[in-house]
């Protein structure tokens, strides 16, 4: 059965590992690798999406222009695909350049209860001819009713497709399986899963993802990706495979890939669950979140956990980074927000 | 004084909202509330205050034109652009709350003197009313800035339809605006609608690349324009002060709307509204 595809995004969550600063040299050598490898989709570029590259998310080393034109000259065999999270990016500027630069499938972030705000993006693309993906973020800080709405109107935009995120890395098996499910039996377009693994359940996520119907998978080289990283690309697909579930890739020249990925993005990078990536997944706080808060902990003299949980408790979300400063100055001056 | 007598054109939450504050103001009266329907909601708000109401548009500017002074387009950029057209010609002053960027900008902490040369003042959006004067600081104090980035946050319901829809006018207009007023050559605008329940607080975050700062003086600058932002913004305050990590300085502010027609966690709605009201008694003034 060849129905599920497996995208990898070493070089999307893998950029937050390089703090945005991927090069020239490691997006050719690291997709002439995996492109070899059978795999479905191939998904490159700034961890936040085009346009994401910001003082506030990072900026990027190289301009998004350059890291499309680089991936797309040497992407032969897999699909292409990027990120755009509306409010970081623009149409004419970000989603205009995704299409000029020929990537092969858009996909199109919102924020779950939020549809409206990318449906202007997912016409524009449409009309343009492309394929375009829905991805919903933070999903476990709605109730399911909410996901499948949302769903509903997503796919009545006309979109391809509906990735749901686990972006906390807080979800159990079965409220996958349940959130899953749910779309899969309302929907009638595939839906994808991707996982963090700070509760290291990201490879029993997405086994639970595809018992519900998923049909799309996501992993990253060694798991390279925020808080306690993604899905492990090399052990998903080894488990597939026992499951004979993922004979289309070539689990030895995926390993090859994988190892050069450790090289090129430093072997002292790998992920591992640390308390602060566990805690974060108790509080549901963004996994986005795990460096900016280790960084301006110590900055601020203060215990990295505690903020953590002031985040968890305001319901943080993706993308405002800049709420970390303002927490850590209200609990460093007894200031209730 | 005899009152100024203003029309405001279009019965949205922006409209209605304006309605509400005009009628506290001690330089002007609204002679003419205008929509395109009867019973909608703001129509219905303003005839319980006793305001004359129209669902003629335009033409009831047309019609009146002898009593009105100034007005408040609070439609949309492609109405905007149709309205002045007619309006230009009848030598009203029109303040302008869409992006149709027909008029002259105005941040009335940094150029309310605008008013005096102009027919037609744009108020560019509700993020740029909101961080471009502590950008303002940083660029007049700092030395050579070459970047500033804002970040609003807002909830989703406080947005409006008009942002939601036009992301990419919203953006555009205010790196635009950060650009001109703070004289560097580049700039960044990030939206985060937030979806939580109860709604969050509009906050904006400003970011500047300076490598040495001289905090001195920026926090003197900063701190004498929150004064000046709250004369006519009373819900706008400092979150966080200067602080500077590496390279890059932030500040924090927070707008709390004063709650009129609008919720006070629509702080956008409200400053964008408190702004033209500034600029509107600054004309009712002087004229």
Partial sequence: ?337 | MVKKKVAILGTGKIGTDLLVKILRSPFLECTYFIGRHLDSDGILKAKSLGVNVSDESIHAIIKNKDNIDLIFDATSAVDARYHWSIIEPLGKFVIDLTPAKVGKVCIPALNLDVVNNAQNINMITCGGQASIPMAYCIASTQKNVPYIEIVTNAANKGAGPATIKNLDEYIFTTEGAIKSFCKIPASKVIVNLNPKVPEVNMQNTIYALVARPDFVALNEAVFRMEKLMQSYVPGYSILVPPVWENGKIMIEVQVLGLGDYIPSYAGNLDIINCAAIAVAEKFAQQK
Wanted: proline fraction near 2%; charge should be neutral.
């Fill in chain 1, 1 to 337: 059965m060849n129905s599920l595809k497996i995208v990898d995004s070493t070089l999307r969550d893998g950029n937050y590992t390089l703090n945005q600063k991927l090069k020239k040299d490691t997006i050719v050598s690291y997709i002439n690798a995996i492109d070899a490898t059978g795999i479905d989709i191939i998904d490159v570029g700034h961890t936040n999406g085009l346009g994401g590259s910001s003082i506030q998310v990072g900026r990027s080393a190289l301009p998004d222009a350059e890291v499309l034109e680089i991936a797309r000259e040497h992407i032969k065999n897999a699909a292409f695909s990027t990120l755009i999270l509306p409010g970081f990016a623009t149409i004419k500027r970000d989603l205009q350049l995704a299409i000029e630069k020929q990537v092969d499938i858009i996909i199109i972030g919102s924020r779950c209860t939020m549809a409206e705000v990318g449906e202007r993006f997912i016409k524009y693309a449409l009309d343009k001819g492309k394929q375009v993906w829905s991805v919903m973020f933070m999903t476990h800080l709605v109730n399911d009713n909410e996901l499948v709405e949302d769903g509903l109107k997503l796919q009545a935009f006309g979109v391809s497709g509906l990735n749901v995120v686990d972006s906390a890395g807080a979800l159990l098996p079965n409220e996958v399986k349940q959130k899953i499910s749910l779309l899969t039996q309302n929907l009638n377009i595939p839906i994808g899963f991707l996982a963090h693994n700070n509760f290291g359940l990201a490879i029993a996520n997405t086994l639970a993802a595809i018992e519900s119907g998923a049909s799309v998978v996501n992993g990253t080289a060694r798991g390279f990706g925020a808080g306690a990283g993604k899905t492990q690309l090399e052990v998903l697909v080894a488990v597939l495979q026992k499951m004979h579930l993922c004979s289309h890739v070539n689990f030895d020249k995926l390993l090859a890939a994988t190892d050069l990925a450790e090289t090129l993005f430093n072997s002292k990078n790998c992920p591992k669950i640390t308390p602060e990536n566990i805690i974060s997944s108790q509080y549901g706080v963004f996994s986005g979140f795990s460096k900016p808060i280790l960084r301006l902990a110590e900055l601020y003299q203060i215990n990295p956990r505690q903020v953590i949980k002031e985040i968890g408790n305001q319901d943080v979300i993706d993308g405002q980074e800049d709420k970390i400063v303002q927490i850590i100055w209200q609990l460093k001056n007894n200031i209730k927000s």
